[in-house]
């Protein structure tokens, strides 16, 4: 018996002799199953046996990936706030060196993730520090390795202690959630807020990979959810995505320009 990844989006099963017979989160519209070669998995130990922790600063933050690139790449961010360490968001990848490391900051006092496409192997962190894992409810069903370590909160703010709050803001999924450090003046958005190349401006999408945006409506309750936390600096979900100030006016009008691009007869500006 193994835990088995999905090579596309990186999430963990629970174990069994042979891999899952589809991943929901790949077959789901945001996301999507490989041209070439369908749906494939890794057992635990061949992934394993392939990737190793990366774990370094990104902007002010220890940011927590892969190497070599695994599924979306996305990286987690180590959180240090006056009430212990939270783990922004997760990454497929976990062993004995990536233990040690996180121990030596100080280990976890919790982990919340941004949504599904992240979920990857929060299970597997979570049994290594004994810490709940985060997620709105409206997202239950994605889990694919229930375990009493994943905690539902409901609502739409949930305060963590030391100035963190998470904050649904739905979009890209029902329970998409944000993370705001107020003591930092900091946003982690994952992809609820995506921060695009030039770094000015963020977007927001209901698929990335499949180019399907968001209605009108859906923005606006994204830019509403926002609006009582200040932030500067925006964190998306890649090494350097990275909005370095004036985050809230960002959020703000991106959300306008995104509005008159989708808006007849409106263009962006
Ligand atoms: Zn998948
Ligand atoms: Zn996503």
């Given at each position: 018996?193994?835990?088995?990844?999905?090579?596309a989006c990186?999430?963990?099963?629970p174990?069994?002799?042979?891999?899952p017979?589809?991943c929901?989160?790949?077959?789901?519209?945001?996301?999507y199953i490989p041209s070439?070669?369908?749906?494939?998995?890794l057992?635990?130990?061949?992934?394993?046996?392939?990737?190793?922790?990366?774990?370094?600063?990104?902007?002010g933050?220890?940011?927590?990936?892969?190497?070599?690139?695994?599924?979306?790449?996305q990286?987690?961010l180590?959180?240090?706030?006056?009430?212990?360490?939270?783990?922004?968001?997760?990454?497929?990848y976990?062993?004995?060196?990536?233990?040690?490391?996180?121990?030596?900051?100080?280990?976890?006092?919790?982990?919340?993730?941004?949504?599904?496409?992240?979920?990857s192997?929060?299970?597997e962190?979570?049994?290594a520090?004994?810490?709940?894992?985060?997620?709105?409810?409206?997202?239950r069903?994605w889990?694919?390795?229930?375990?009493?370590?994943?905690?539902?909160?409901?609502?739409?703010?949930?305060?963590?202690?030391?100035?963190?709050?998470?904050?649904?803001?739905g979009?890209?999924?029902?329970g998409?959630?944000?993370?705001h450090?107020?003591e930092?003046?900091?946003?982690?958005t994952?992809?609820?807020?995506?921060?695009?190349?030039?770094?000015?401006?963020?977007?927001?999408?209901?698929?990335?990979?499949n180019?399907?945006?968001l209605?009108?409506?859906?923005?606006?309750?994204?830019?509403?959810?926002?609006?009582?936390?200040?932030?500067?600096?925006?964190?998306?979900s890649?090494?350097g995505r990275?909005?370095?100030?004036?985050?809230?006016?960002?959020v703000?009008r991106?959300?306008?320009?995104?509005?008159?691009?989708?808006?007849e007869?409106?263009?962006?500006?």
């Amino acid at each position: 018996m193994t835990t088995w990844v999905c090579k596309a989006c990186g999430t963990q099963y629970p174990p069994s002799d042979e891999p899952p017979g589809a991943c929901p989160i790949c077959q789901d519209p945001r996301q999507y199953i490989p041209s070439d070669g369908g749906q494939q998995w890794l057992s635990w130990g061949e992934f394993v046996d392939g990737h190793r922790i990366e774990i370094r600063d990104d902007n002010g933050i220890l940011g927590v990936g892969c190497e070599p690139e695994f599924a979306i790449g996305q990286r987690a961010l180590l959180v240090k706030s006056a009430a212990g360490n939270v783990l922004w968001d997760c990454t497929p990848y976990f062993d004995d060196t990536a233990a040690q490391r996180i121990a030596a900051e100080g280990g976890l006092a919790g982990i919340a993730i941004s949504h599904p496409h992240f979920y990857s192997a929060m299970v597997e962190w979570a049994h290594a520090f004994g810490c709940p894992v985060w997620l709105h409810e409206a997202e239950r069903k994605w889990v694919m390795r229930p375990d009493p370590l994943v905690r539902f909160w409901s609502g739409e703010t949930n305060a963590l202690g030391g100035g963190l709050t998470l904050v649904r803001c739905g979009g890209h999924f029902e329970g998409s959630q944000v993370l705001h450090w107020a003591e930092k003046r900091v946003l982690l958005t994952g992809d609820t807020v995506h921060v695009i190349p030039d770094r000015r401006y963020v977007s927001f999408m209901y698929s990335y990979p499949n180019l399907i945006p968001l209605p009108p409506s859906k923005v606006q309750a994204i830019a509403k959810a926002l609006e009582p936390h200040d932030f500067d600096a925006i964190y998306g979900s890649w090494w350097g995505r990275i909005v370095a100030r004036d985050g809230s006016n960002v959020v703000r009008r991106s959300a306008e320009r995104y509005l008159r691009a989708v808006t007849e007869p409106g263009l962006p500006s």
